[in-house]
């Protein structure tokens, strides 16, 4: 009953958001503007009826109503509560309604906004924003329904439907299958909702660069409105992709972080772009340059958002995260093709407006070096972007799918990457307009020469001899000095001038100019990121054997010995086979670790849990393979030692401060300094 | 409501060329047909139970051997039960059910009614035979070239496993690992006993 209900609700959000984007076009073009302000309305309505679908759809979850099917499918009575919550995004239906939900509140939230300034843009922002939930919605109401019963008919077969077929009675499994094991960490319960936050996030700034193509106010007024949009788009992006990372490392069992699966590259994709746009907009505001290159980058970040989503959820690709072979794969394609050809129509249109409004003049100019960001960003997304249409590619002239693998990435992105690191260290120390050789070099020749020194100790002091690793520890010490010594020459001059003490004037600093001093953090932990990525990928050894009781393995410093193996059933209904064993460093003894494989029994799946000794130095990385059941037979153990890796986690933490930094506030956020154009438009 | 009101005054700019316009529209719609394409064999859906399969063939690696031969054909293997188990080397799952695969193996290659078939999903040989050691898998294995079989199968991911009964038709799949060895046992009685 009350699931018929929930359905019918967002039913009514689905004509709502119909209903919003043909309002607004025809407010607009007989210039009614309260057919626009019932078209604004009628999309904030979505908010709270989708959120009504989703409370109930999680009541359900909650109350165990096995008879929905999609009930049955990702929760079981045994689940504890938060999981059971969670599970709203544990399936394919289910996540489409949640997206629906953050897609309306994102868009409710935008339109709450003070518009006096930007009415022209409001019902082209309306459409677009509502034509992607209506999209999403019209999804769940005729493809994949999460209200969706089960009945059982007169010859016994159950089917489900949304309404009792004829001859069938209502039926209800006892219990339901339960959530896969393998996601049942917390990185992975907040892994999907914080990707669908950057993917909703990032439809905002498209629908402002959209309505600023329809409309003609091509100025950079849609970019500064959209600034803050953007920035937490791509957190919610980044802390999305890190959290996968960190569950692969958890959970996988095989000591990586990242492995070039399709699916994670859907989702690095949008990034990819995404993280150049953001760069880029920053020349628009400045020097009023790149503007059709800033539009391209906005339409490019949508296409990936809808088009990771697609490869994801229609099958087309083979993934270890592929959901269920589903019907919603041509809608998707239809929904990717308009999006694509009107994008591409209105940015030809208006091609001859989006002209620079200065010139490019120095090839070392701060423009010139965000330009070559963006260059490295887009190639690496255009390697991805091969390798993830490859296997179409050659299924098409040679009739069979060859997937690229991991090499084919790691070589391939490996030089950019590491030439983006650089120029991330140079690009802050250039000025807009003009920079030369010998300015550049001025500001920089101290931290290198300070890099040169750190490089040498970690060649003869660390013993590396890894050519790879040498260039790679040098780009990092490199950029991180010269971060360093930004902040260092800022603070310093800023406490002689004001006659503060040196923290005292960092803080103030980063409040003067959040976005400088926000993204000056980002970089900082973008190189802890590539510390640990370098010793990860660099320097990981592994190791494996089968022990028998009191045996002893090596790898490197480090010598396990396995103690004892304690096979038994847990309160949740879960079989254990948990190992001890005792590590040792250079002789010294430094704990127990418990590498442990958990069977579920409702699930039938077992799940492989490590041993993991972590410092800042190196993660110690134990997997139970294998045991006999009588336990001084032995038991077979995969060992990694994975050098700095920790480096990773902080610095993503770190990342998300940065980010935060720069996304805070200011205290006039709506500053009325408006370049030419826009000023030409207000005066309209 | 205003109209376009940001029109550049006295620009010298000029719209884009018609050519790179035709480019553009070519690459947008080919790259559409790609993906249209891709997806509508994935729209194919998986083999069916009740599919009569159709013939192909695998080598195998180095040292596994079915009847004295190093290959095997489907279309030989006519009045037995073939059971074909898709796996990788990096597959973690796979890991849990190869032991039961192959002791399944042991307890039903005397009878002559019973072939397993290893087919190694998108991998590099030095890995694979290492798995295979491991394991100490003695049924035939043998690199997908080019995931031609697995493609036939429109395989989602490893491991699966499909039985084909003894007129060539598709029994049962399994999706994921087995849970134990008795899966693979009630399957295989079940279809003898036919």
Redesign the interface.
């Known amino acids: 009953m009350i699931a018929d209900f929930g359905y019918g609700i967002f039913l009514l959000s689905f004509i709502l958001s119909i209903y919003a984007v043909f309002a607004a076009i025809y ?2 073009q007989t ?3 309260t057919w ?1 302000e019932s078209s604004r309305l009628a999309m904030q309505l979505t908010f709270p009826l989708i959120t009504i679908t989703s409370g109930i759809l999680v009541y359900l979850l909650v109350t165990d109503q096995y008879h929905v099917s999609f009930i049955y499918e990702v929760t079981s009575r045994s689940m504890p509560l938060y999981l059971k919550i969670t599970s709203l995004w544990g399936g394919q239906s289910g996540s489409l309604v949640f997206w629906s939900w953050l897609m309306s509140s994102f868009a409710t939230a935008v339109t709450f906004r003070k518009w006096d300034r930007d ?2 843009f409001l ?1 082209w922002v309306v459409v677009v924003s509502s034509v992607t939930l209506a999209f999403f919605v019209g999804l769940v109401i005729f493809f994949e329904n999460p209200f969706e019963k089960f009945w059982q008919t007169f010859n016994g077969d159950v089917v489900t439907a949304m309404f009792q077929p004829a001859g069938s009675v209502p039926f209800s499994p006892p219990d339901g299958k339960g959530l896969n094991p393998l996601l049942r960490h917390p990185g992975m319960i907040i892994h999907p909702p914080m990707l669908y936050l950057g993917f909703v996030s990032f439809v905002i700034p498209f629908a402002f660069a959209i309505a600023a193509l329809i ?5 950079d007024r849609w970019t500064r409105i959209t600034r803050r949009w953007t920035i937490v788009a791509w957190l919610f992006l980044s802390i999305g992709l890190i959290l996968g990372g960190r569950w692969a490392y958890d959970v ?3 000591g990586g972080y990242w492995g070039w699966d399709p699916v994670e590259i859907a989702a690095f994709m949008p990034w990819l772009v995404g993280t150049a746009f953001l760069h880029s907009v920053m020349i628009q505001e400045k020097r009023g340059m790149f503007k059709e290159w800033n539009m391209i980058l906005i339409i490019l970040t949508y296409a990936m958002v809808i088009f990771g989503t697609f490869l994801t959820r ?7 995260h ?1 959901f269920a ?1 589903s019907a919603i ?2 809608s998707f ?1 239809i929904f ?2 308009v999006t ?2 009107v994008s ?1 129509a209105l940015l ?1 249109y208006r ?3 989006l ?1 620079s409004e200065a010139e490019l003049t120095s090839m070392l100019s701060r423009e010139a070096l965000f330009l070559l960001n963006n260059l490295l960003f887009i190639s690496i997304y255009i390697v991805c972007f091969w390798g993830v ?1 490859f ?3 050659s ?2 002239f ?1 009739g ?4 690229v ?1 991991p090499p084919f990435y790691e070589r391939a992105t490996g030089p950019l990457f590491a030439a983006l690191v650089v120029l991330m260290g140079i690009a802050p120390l250039s000025a807009w307009g003009h920079s030369t050789i010998k300015t550049l070099g001025k500001a920089a020749w101290k931290p290198a020469t300070a890099a040169v020194i750190g490089l040498l100790a970690i060649i003869f002091v660390g013993k590396v001899t890894n050519i790879y690793a040498i260039i790679g520890f040098f780009a990092v010490l490199f950029t991180s000095f010269i971060t360093l010594y930004e902040f260092w020459r800022a603070a310093y001059a800023r406490s002689r001038a004001q006659k503060e003490n040196l923290v005292l004037s960092l803080w103030r600093l980063f409040g003067k100019n959040r976005r400088r001093y926000g993204g000056y953090l980002i970089h900082l932990s973008i190189i802890l990121m590539a510390v640990g990525i370098i010793g990860l990928e660099m320097f990981q050894t592994e190791t494996q054997g089968t022990l028998a009781q009191g045996e002893s393995l090596t790898l490197g410093e480090y010598k396990i010995t396995y103690n004892d193996l304690a096979i038994f059933d847990s309160n949740d209904n879960r079989n254990l086979a948990r190992a001890t064993i005792s590590v040792e460093k250079n002789g010294q003894f430094v704990g127990e670790l418990h590498p442990r494989r958990d069977y579920f029994y409702e699930s ?3 799940m ?1 849990i490590p041993g993991v000794r972590s410092t800042i130095q190196d993660d110690l990385y134990i997997i139970l ?2 045991w006999q059941p009588i336990t001084t037979e032995g038991a077979t153990f995969k060992v990694y030692h994975n050098p700095l890796v920790n480096w990773l986690w902080w610095g993503s933490i770190m990342m998300i401060l940065g980010s935060m930094v720069a996304a805070w506030p200011e205290k006039d956020p709506e500053p009325r300094k408006v370049s030419s ?2 000023a ?2 207000a005066a ?1 | ?2 109209q ?5 005054t006295g ?1 010298e ?4 060329p018609a050519a790179v ?1 035709a480019v ?2 070519v690459l ?1 719609l080919g ?2 047909a ?6 509508k ?3 194919q ?2 083999v069916q139970i009740g599919d009569k399969i159709p013939d192909f063939s695998l080598v195998f690696f180095d040292g596994y051997t079915y009847e004295g031969k190093n290959e095997v054909q489907l279309s030989d293997l006519q009045g037995k039960i073939v059971v074909i188990n898709f796996w990788a080397s ?1 597959c ?1 799952p796979c ?2 059910e190869a ?1 039961a695969l192959e002791s399944a193996w042991n307890a039903y290659k005397d009878s002559g009614e019973v072939v397993f078939i290893g087919a190694d999903y ?1 991998d590099t040989e030095p890995e694979a035979r290492k798995y295979l050691e491991k394991f100490n898998i003695t049924f035939p294995n043998g690199p997908d070239l ?3 079989i697995s ?1 036939m199968f429109r ?3 490893v491991p699966e496993t499909y039985f084909i009964d003894k007129q060539g038709v598709l029994h049962y799949i399994q999706i ?1 690992p087995f ?1 134990s060895e008795d899966d693979i046992h009630t399957i295989l009685d079940g279809m003898l006993g036919q």
């Open positions: 407010g607009y210039n009614k503007y626009v009415r022209e019902p409309t003609g106010r091509t100025d996988l069992g095989w229609s099958g087309v690709l083979s993934s270890v592929a072979q794969g041509p394609f990717i093709g694509l050809v591409t030809i091609w001859k407006d002209r249409l296997p179409l590619i299924e098409l040679t069979q799918k060859v997937t693998g039938q799946q077992p492989t393979v294998d154009n826009a030409l438009a309209d | 409501m205003q376009p009101s940001a029109e550049p620009s700019r000029k719209g884009m316009q553009i529209w947008l790259l559409l790609l993906v249209a394409m891709g997806l064999r994935t729209q859906g998986t990096w973690i890991e849990d032991a998108v080019g995931t031609r493609q395989i989602k991911g994921g849970a």
